[in-house]
């Protein structure tokens, strides 16, 4: 059996079991197989998906952080509600969209996560940087939306930018580790960095009155 036969078997088996659990994507598999090894979620906390298209992390974090728990995502293109969360058409490098999903969080989350990944070019080196230019976005939405102790979870794509973005994470977290679960392709070069210990940011606040608010449903969809 070749490696790639092995690969696609192991594509088919993620992709069927999604089907059947009522996920929308196979890529619930990789937030639930992080949470496993590295245990990030706790009940009650307030989530921050970035890029939440199709809506499977959003599932995933709403059984991790339970009915006390908050979840809120944020995508630029509108898809069907995701029950127990609430979700944002927006965009990450807005102020405006981040005072609002700070409203609806009710303060500044727990755990900031993304599954973001650039459309994909075919050029390799490109589309790497581009992957990477996602992930400082995440590290900024981190400095504005995060408590500090926070977590992060964030997709990047491997390449020769990987230590300067690691060592921009490092500046922010006490601890980085860099993670590919079973659930990704073998074939990918897509690597998870997990962090946290957040320290706190000097970025300015955000200013704007938080009411505490029920979840809310409404449309997202694919972030770009």
Excluded at 13 to 28: E, F, G, I, P
Aim: hydrophobic share 35%.
């Amino acid at each position: 059996m070749t490696q790639r036969w092995l690969a696609e078997r192991r594509n088919e088996y993620y992709y069927r079991k999604a089907k059947k659990l009522d996920y929308r994507s196979r890529a619930a598999f990789k937030l639930l197989q992080i949470d496993e090894r590295f245990r990030l979620f706790e009940e009650g906390d307030k989530v921050l998906d970035l890029g939440a298209a199709p809506g499977g992390w959003l599932q995933v974090a709403v059984d991790l952080v339970g009915p006390e728990g908050r979840v809120v995502g944020i995508d630029l293109k509108s898809v069907k509600p995701v029950e127990g969360a609430s979700s944002i058409v927006g965009d990450i490098r807005s102020t405006e969209s981040m005072r609002e999903l700070r409203r609806l969080l009710g303060g500044k989350a727990d755990i900031v996560i993304s599954d973001m990944a650039p459309n994909i070019s075919g050029a390799y080196s490109t589309d790497h940087a581009r992957s990477v230019e996602l992930c400082e976005y995440c590290l900024a939405a981190a400095d504005s939306m995060l408590r500090e102790g926070g977590r992060l979870i964030m997709k990047v794509f491997q390449g020769d930018l990987m230590n300067g973005l690691r060592l921009d994470t490092e500046r922010r977290f006490d601890n980085v580790k860099v993670h590919s679960p079973d659930a990704s392709r073998k074939t990918s070069s897509e690597l998870y960095i997990i962090a946290d210990g957040f320290r706190g940011s000097d970025v300015e606040e955000i200013e704007d009155e938080v009411e505490e608010i029920k979840p809310e449903f409404t449309k997202k969809g694919t972030f770009l």
